[in-house]
C-alpha cells in the first residue's frame, strides 16, 4: 500500500513543447528608456499578450512590452509601504520583492529606474512587484472602503447594518495586514514548474518552467493573483484573531486534502478572475506548458463534453470533486481540482449580481469579495465571538468554533474546532456565505443590490444548481449553548433544493465485503518518518511521546500493530447509499463518552452503538439524564469544568480508545489505565507520562487525530472510488489516523477504539432533526456522540 506524505506545491506541472513564433516589434527595456522610479511590466500573461495560445517557450518576450514605462516605486530597494485608514495601520514595509529563498535583500533600483532586459531575474521581479501592487491597491481601497462605509464595525448596533465580523480594532492593530507582517515574495525561486503561498513564513514564491529557463510564472499575472489570493484569505481568517490579542493563528486548510484546502483553491482561482474576467487561469504559467491550469466557468472550451452553463450541466457537488477538465476519467484526491466547484459558483453568482443588480464587473467582483472578507473572517475566528457586537448574544458569548479557552493540554478549543471537529467544509463554507450575502444583500429591504434588493431565490436557486444548498436555515443565530436555537434564523426555502443531496449518516459504514479488510494498517518505519515530518511542517503534530524512540525503531513494516510503533490507521469505509457521499471525515479525538463511577471511568452505552453491554463493563445506567456526569449529558465546556467544584461537575473528555481487562472470571472493557492497575505497570511510563493515564498505552497523536476523504462513490469503498492507475488506493497523509503504541503493551492485548465519523452531505450530522426549525447542532455538542456515525476498530496486538 503507498502512503505518500509529502507537502504540496500550490499549482503542478509537466513540460512539453510548443510551436509557431508571433511578430510584434522587440522593445528595448533598457535602464535609460525610462524615468526615475518607473520600468515596464508585460501588461498581462504572454498567451493573451500575443493572442498566440501556442506561443513557444523560447519566444522573445520584448515584443509584449509597451514602449510606454509603467510607475513601480520611488523606492530605492523594491518594497514598499502600505496605508491603513484614518492615522491607523499605516505599515512601513508592507511587501517587498526578492529573487529567490537565498536573497536576504529586496532587489534595489539601478539609476533610480526599475527597467531591466526580459529574460533577466531583475526582469521578473519588478514584473512580480508590478502586479502585486495593483492587486494590493485594490484589496487596500475594498478592505478600507468595507471598514469605514459599507460594515462600520465602529457603529453600535442599531447604527450599523447587520452583524459584521469585521473587528473593531482592524486597523489600531494592523490586523487588516497580518499584524503589519511583510509579506515577502521570492519572484526567481527554485520551484520548477510551481508557485506556492507558505503561511509559516508568510512568503509567495514563482519558480520556472524547467524546460524553458526564460518562461517564469511571475511572467503571468493570473498565477500570481491566484498565491497572493491565499495570502489575502489567510490574512481574513486572522482578522478577529489578531484584532482580539491572540497569538494563534487560524490557517486556510489543516491537511494534504480537506474541503477548507479544496474551497480555498477556487476561491484563489476566483481572485484571478476579479482581476481579469477570463474564464481560466494560468495560460502561460501552466496551461501552455502541461496540464495543470484551471477553468473557473462552465462555458470554457476545456471542459469536458457535457458540461456548460445549462442548470443540469454545472460543476455539481459532489460529482465534480476529482474532476479535471484535461483528464475527465481520472479520480484524484486533489484540492485544486475539488476547489473547481467554489469558483465556478463564485463566477455564476457573480454573473447574477452583474445581471439581477446591474452591477459593473468590478462592482459584482467587489461585491463577491467583500462576502468572502466576511466569510473567512467569521469562520477563521478563535477568539469565538464571531462579531464585536453580535445582537440578541452577549459580547462575549461565543457564537463559532465553540470557545476561546485553553483545554487540558493547553491548546485552545476553538483551534480544535477549526482544525478538525467542526472544520470549514462545503457546507458549513457556503452557509456563512449565504448569510452575509442574505443579510448584506437582501435583508431589511437592503437596497446594496445597486439601488435594489437582491432576490435572495436566486442565490439560494444557484447554490443548489452546484448541489451547494445543503443547509436549512441561514444559521444567524450561530451555535452557543444557550442562544444558539433562540435567535432569528432566517430558514431556506425547501423548494428551492432540487439537487442538493442529503444522506443518512447511518449509510457510511466499515466495508461489508467478507474479502475485504476493516481497515488498513502502516508501520512502514520510513513511511511513517516521513508522515510525521510533513505534519510537524505544518504545525499539526508539536509532540511524540518519550516512550518512542525518534527513529520508530520498533516499527517493522508488517501491516500489524506490535508495541512501541507508531501506526497509521484508516478505515475502510464504505457508502451504502445511491448517492455520492463527500467530506467525509474521521475523528479520533477525545470526547465526552464516559461516566465516573466512583472514581473509576467507565464507556456509556446509551449512544446509537449501544457499546459496551452492561455486562461487559459499561457505565451504570441514568438515573437523571439531563444532569452533570451523566452518560446523556454533554459538556458545554469540552470537559475543561469537570471538577467538584467547577460548573460541570463530573464532565470530562475522555481518550477513543478502550482496552480489554481480565475482571475475575470474565473480560471486560475498560479504560487503559484499568490495564495499567492490573499488569502493576509504571504510571511514568505511559505514553503521556503519569499525568495522561487514560490513554497510556495506546494514544491519537494529537494533530493527527483526524482523517479526511474526498468523496466515496455509491455502494462502494472510498479505495474503489479513488483508484491510481494501478486500481488500488493511493493513501496520503490525510487519509490516515496516526497512533503510539507503547513499548510495555502485552502482546495479545485486545483494544476497542471509539472513532466518530461524518460527512458534508450528511442529513443528520449538521441539522438537529428533532428540531422543527431545522437549527444547526449548537458548538458542545459536537463534544458528544449525536451528529457523527460512531464506528468502532478492534484489534489484537502482536509481537
Ligand atoms: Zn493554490
Redesign the pocket.
Known sequence: MLLTGALPG??STSGQSGARKSSEVAVTNSTMSVPEGYGRLLQDNPIILSGNVNLDGTADLSRYLKTTPDFITYNNSLMESCLGSGNQGNIESCYEVRKDRNTSLPLTAVSKRWAFPVTTSEFAQVNAFGHIKKYLDRYHNLIRDIYTTKAVPNNAPPFNFYETAIPRALYSTTAQWYGGQSLVTYADCDLPGNA??NPSDFTLCFGSIPEFANVKMAQDPSVMH??LG?ALSQMMMNFRNIAGGIVDRSNISYTFYDEAGAI??GV?DYYAYAMNGRSRFGEWGLIRFGNAGRPNDENDSMHAPGISRNVEERLRYPDYLSYDSTDPTATIEDV?YAGQIASHFLTAFTRDLQESCAMSFTQATDTVLYLLTETYAELGDLTSSASDHSAGVGLSEPTINHRSDLDASGIKISKEWLMKVTPINYRSFFQKFAKYAYQILNKNFSTRCNGTNYPLDNLEKLLDSYGLLLFKTYNENGNNYTNGNSGTNKTVTAANRLKSVLISKNLIKLDPATDSSPFFVFDKRTDLIAAIASLQARGNITQISSQIPAQLDYNNGNGEISPGEVVGIALNLYNDSNSTMAGVEVLANDWDHIKDDAGVPKPCNTFEDAWPLSTEGAAPADPVASSFGQCQYVTRMNGTAGGAAQSEPGEYLHPVCFVQVKDGGTTKWATQDALRISQNGDPNKCLGGTGNRKDCYFRAIRGADFAWYSKINPKMSWGKSVPDETGSPNFNSNNILLFEASPDIPPGTVFDCRFRVRFTNCTECFTKQSDVNGDDWLDFEYSGPQPFKIIHFQFTVID
Request: a negative charge.
Open positions: 500550490c499549482l506556492n503561498f491566484h498565491e491565499h480555498q483553491e484563489a485544486h
